[in-house]
């Protein structure tokens, strides 16, 4: 009997493998059709993803769809992707953009950090209203759902499918389906909503003006705007620097993992709560803090044409849109019709708290260039970065602005602990802990204190400006 033992265990793994492969390959094969139909119908026109084109043909053949042709252990596999690609996107985030420096930005900085930090927080005030005022009252849902907006506008799909367990064991087992249709309308929200603000602001007179472009479109380093090194290392074939880059993206996910590990023996430690939050927390989140340290390793070293910026960004493009098509595809459509009232009580609280400060909080934060700066900031908090950029082009396609470098340096402050890191693993913890209303409460202090610094930062600044225009 013994003897049989590895034979099985061999067997065991080969078709685990092929069970692997085949998802591998049907999720790209429906990826590949999806990219197909949206350049075909020129959907990225209309702020339209083609990996949400993906992830609806994967919905139509699921076990659950009209036409189930895929069968269920391998829905199941890709019910297990978002958590490993997310890790990827983070891993990848940093090494293909030089390291942001801070000379020069530091004020426009505080008030993107400040405008980011008012829509996020305020994401949860929106939402813990609505559930203690509307939803609970008349639905009884669970107060956990308060989260869903900041999990979905600003974290994504990832964020909300890798959440998905967390809110399960905190008895709201419907949440990772929830949270994943609220990313597709906060996907679709923040590019077809967003295209019409930059119709009204350039209507209004809102964007840049045209007399400023040849002083500000020198004014935008080369650095900080995320550009890195061009192409492929020098006398390098394509199967190298992709081996090279890719073995990089691994190597900051290990230092994710290794730091993960580190924060769960301090948490442990401690005890209480902090272990809860310390063992709740996933790697992606650390990841960026790994994909940081490398790039800086590399600067450092005078390595860093090693990083080729189009691989890297091909290895986060390609991996957030497995991600989505793979989320989208595992949605749970008997879930989302039973519970749309308060999947559409929560969407349009969020889009109505991200529109008001964006268009009436925004210009008092900012400086002159408010704008594209506010625009930016709604698309990646109502969708995904991507989403913002695609706004930011519209809105200032030669670059005028100084939006992208205060941008990157204000994510790299805050991605770490927003969108789908620390804050949105601790938030649906906290609910539970504290209560909803003293979650909502917290919340509500953090925006008044965030958007009350911001304001008097920008009042700072305008009045140190006049007065060196006038001495």
């Known amino acids: 009997m013994s003897e049989l033992l590895p034979g099985l265990w061999r067997a065991e793994a080969l078709v685990a493998l092929a069970w692997l492969a085949l998802a591998g390959s049907v999720l790209s094969l429906i990826l590949v059709a999806g990219r ?66 801070l000379g020069g930005l530091w004020r426009p900085v505080c008030g993107q950090v400040s405008l980011a930090l008012v829509l996020a927080f ?20 669970s107060p956990v759902m308060a989260c869903l907006i900041e999990v979905a506008y600003e974290g994504g799909h990832g964020s909300a499918a890798a959440m998905g367990p967390s809110y399960a064991a905190l008895g709201f087992p419907g949440g990772q389906d929830l949270g994943l249709a609220m990313a597709t309308v906060g996907l679709l929200s923040s590019t077809l909503v967003g295209g019409v603000v930059v119709v009204i602001g350039r209507q209004r007179g809102w964007l840049l003006a045209q007399a400023r472009e040849e002083a500000d479109s020198n004014a935008v380093p080369r650095a900080l705007a995320g550009v890195g090194d061009s192409g492929l290392p020098p006398n390098q074939p394509a199967w190298a620097a992709w081996a090279v880059n890719l073995a990089m993206v691994g190597i900051a996910v290990l230092i994710g993992v290794v730091l993960l590990q580190l924060l769960h023996l301090g948490t442990d430690a401690i005890g209480g709560g902090v272990a809860a939050v310390g063992n709740a927390l996933p790697v992606f989140p650390l990841a960026i803090i790994g994909s940081l340290l490398v790039r800086w390793w590399l600067e450092r ?41 308060p999947l559409t009580v929560l969407a349009l609280s969020g889009l109505s ?119």
């Open 122 to 141: 305020g994401q949860y005030v929106v939402g813990g209203l609505a559930v203690l005022l509307v939803l609970q009252p008349w639905l009884g849902v």
């Open 353 to 471: 708290w991200n529109l008001g400060i964006t268009l009436l909080l925004a210009p008092r934060l900012l400086p002159p260039d408010w704008f594209e700066r506010a625009v930016l900031e709604f698309g990646q908090a109502t969708g995904v970065a991507a989403s913002g950029l695609l706004l930011l082009r519209m809105a200032d396609p030669d670059d005028h602005s100084q939006a992208l470098p205060a941008f990157s340096l204000k994510q790299l402050f805050l991605q770490p602990f927003l969108a789908g890191g620390v804050v949105t693993v601790v938030a649906p913890l906290a609910v539970a802990g504290w209560g909803l209303p003293i979650w909502t409460g917290f919340c509500l202090a953090l925006v008044l204190l965030a958007g009350g610094a911001g304001l008097l930062l920008a009042q700072w600044g305008r009045n140190t400006e006049a007065s060196a225009a006038h001495p």
């Open 301 to 341: 070293s005078g390595l860093s044409h090693w990083a080729s910026t189009p691989i890297q960004n091909e290895i986060g493009t390609l991996s957030a849109d497995l991600l989505i098509t793979s989320a989208t595809a595992c949605l749970n459509l008997a879930l989302l019709a039973a519970d749309w009232l």
């Open 36 to 101: 197909s139909i949206g350049r075909r119908l020129n959907l990225r026109l209309w702020g339209v993803p083609e990996a949400l084109v993906a992830g609806i043909l994967g919905l139509l053949v699921a076990p659950s769809g009209p036409l189930p042709l895929l069968p269920q252990h391998l829905m199941e596999l890709w019910g297990e992707l978002p958590l490993v690609l997310l890790t990827l996107v983070f891993g990848s985030l940093m090494l293909g953009k030089p390291l942001p420096r």
